[in-house]
């Protein structure tokens, strides 16, 4: 089985100074990695996605996420945040096979202040 | 396209009252559905998933049920409301052996119990 952990449940940042989410993930095989953004009273959104290749996986919105095999992790960052990117961000990963099962993390609440 | 639409936005309910949240998946056939449960503060809980018509499978004991009565369909019942149901609920879908799309979400439910 896998798990995901977002190490940190609230992030408050300064606008348009740096960010990082951290995600680390458990997985005795490769998965697929994603991160989505929650918006309030949303659904998700998917911000990006590492399945092979380059470990630095660009999305939406100017983030950016490396994935990084020996630490099991895949931390998302952005240069410079905005007001608009507060939301709630989720680590994901999904094992070998099917697209049954999506493991999410706990979530990361990002609020960027003026 | 695949477009995802799920009703109502929000709702209000007294406990006790019965409940019936649908879903339904446009632009793809016989994808794997999926409710989810965000309460207040805390990360996403998965409540069910289906890989067919009428094949539910329940990952969380609880007051509610779910239905697949037809393939891009998905509804979740509750015959009792409980304070406890009060939440934001999310269906998501899949499509089995395309694990790199990952899930995509509809807009989501605000249930209140009252």
């Known amino acids: 089985a896998q798990s995901v952990t977002q190490l940190d449940s609230q992030v408050p940042v300064f606008e348009e100074a740096p960010v990082e989410l951290r995600c680390n993930y458990s997985s005795s095989v490769s998965v697929y990695l994603f991160w989505y953004v929650q918006y309030p009273n949303q659904g998700l959104q998917l911000l990006l996605k590492y399945l092979s290749g380059s470990t630095l996986v660009k999305g939406i919105n100017g983030f950016e996420a490396e994935f990084n095999k020996s630490q099991t992790s895949f931390h998302l960052r952005k240069p410079s945040v905005h007001i608009s990117d507060t939301a709630e961000y989720f680590c994901?990963?999904?094992?070998?096979?099917?697209?049954?099962?999506?493991?999410f993390g706990s979530g990361t609440q990002l609020t960027v202040l003026p | 396209s695949q477009t995802i639409h799920q009703w109502p936005a929000t709702l209000v309910q007294p406990v006790g009252s019965p409940l019936s949240l649908e879903c339904t998946v446009e632009?793809?056939?016989?994808?794997?559905l999926y409710w989810y449960r965000q309460a207040a503060g805390r990360g996403l809980q998965l409540l069910f998933y289906s890989v067919g018509i009428g094949q539910i499978s329940s990952e969380v004991p609880q007051n509610l049920s779910a239905s697949r009565p037809q393939d891009r369909q998905f509804i979740l019942s509750s015959k009792k409301l409980l304070l406890s149901d009060s939440g934001f609920y999310l269906c998501?879908?899949?499509?089995?052996?395309?694990?790199?799309?990952?899930?995509?979400f509809g807009s989501g439910t605000r249930l209140t119990v009252v």
């Open positions: 994901a990963v999904t094992p070998p096979g099917s697209a049954r099962q999506l493991t």
């Open positions: 632009g793809t056939s016989n994808p794997n």
């Open positions: 998501a879908w899949s499509v089995e052996g395309q694990r790199a799309y990952g899930y995509t």
